[in-house]
């Protein structure tokens, strides 16, 4: 019984000859793509034409907070109707959106900035504010 004064932590066995097989797979950059993908991509691609009607496009409710694609097409709609004026459609949206209380910290902000702008604008009225600089 020699090793019982001796401490546990010590008496771990450790195998190094995962550490020193190398490792022979060929790693493929993140961004490769072969030429007959790009040509089968390019070959299908077509122009995204948007109007000011993204949010009919928008995922049902409640989003899956942490589905990128969803949230970034919430803020794309949001700005969309931003950018058109349509402020109040904006404000209808972001409360939609912000009753979810899931949402990611930085989503969440990014919506309540467009929805504290969009009642701004509705308050000054007719969107218009010459006054006042962007932001």
């Known amino acids: 019984m ?4 001796e401490n546990p932590l010590f ?3 450790v195998d190094s000859s995962d ?5 022979t797979t060929e790693k493929i950059p993140r961004d490769f793509q072969s030429e007959e993908s790009f040509q089968t991509v390019k070959r299908e691609w077509r122009v995204r034409i948007e109007c000011g009607e993204i949010y009919k496009t928008l995922p049902p409710f409640p989003l899956n907070p942490r589905s990128k694609p969803e949230t970034q097409q919430v803020l794309y709609a949001v700005e969309e109707l931003y950018f058109y004026r349509r402020f109040q459609e904006a404000v209808e949206l972001t409360g939609k959106v912000l009753e979810q209380e ?10 309540e900035k467009y929805r504290r702008r969009c009642v701004e604008r509705l308050r000054v009225g007719e969107g218009v504010d010459e006054g006042r600089g962007r932001g």
């Not at 899931?102 to 919506?111: A, I, K, Q």
Request: hydrophobic share 30%; aromatic share 4%; proline share 5%.
């Open 2 to 5: 020699e090793n019982e004064n």
């Open 11 to 13: 008496a771990i066995d």
């Open 19 to 23: 550490e020193s097989t190398p490792d």
């Open 102 to 111: 899931d949402l990611m910290e930085d989503f969440r902000g990014v919506v």
